[in-house]
């Protein structure tokens, strides 16, 4: 039984010992040895976007916030925009038709959903149709500074 406590005892100060200054030193250590690796980062590469907004009934709004995200600093053959439209019964799918006819050099798509369930269905039946890398979603009250992507 002594014999048992005693090396319960040493390796209980061992772990003590090891915890509050042999763990320590030992990062400091390694931290030395690759003291001269850094990551190479590339900031050239953009990858491809789709900003998403789902939207019902939002005449009020949606022209300013279509002007706004059209409105962000990113290559414009790494972009795409997708309206969801969640079953809108107002002007709302009429006014991104008009806008997607008066901008044709942006790539803006108007997704239709044709029974209202709500704003995660209509997430879920739009993203189905995105090709591109990532996908970033937004509400039309939310309005972005140009810089967002980019960051």
Do not use: C
Request: proline share 3%; no cysteine.
């Amino acid at each position: 039984m002594n014999l048992f406590i005693k090396i319960l005892f040493y390796i209980s100060a061992f772990i003590i010992f090891w915890a509050m200054i042999g763990y320590p030193f030992s990062l400091k250590y390694i931290a030395k040895i690759y003291k001269n690796r850094t990551l190479k980062k590339d900031y050239s590469y953009k990858p491809t976007v789709t900003v998403m907004v789902v939207a019902h009934n939002e005449e009020k709004v949606i022209l300013e916030k279509l002007n706004n995200i059209i409105g962000l600093d990113y290559p414009q053959d790494k972009i795409q925009y997708l309206i969801a439209s969640d079953n809108s019964t107002d002007r709302t799918n009429e006014i991104v038709k008009r806008f997607i006819l008066e901008h044709p050099d942006k790539n803006i798509r108007l997704y239709e959903v044709k029974e209202r369930k709500g704003k995660t269905n209509a997430q879920n039946e739009a993203q189905k149709t995105v090709t591109t890398e990532y996908l970033v979603m937004t509400v039309q009250i939310l309005y972005w500074t140009k810089m967002l992507l980019k960051s």
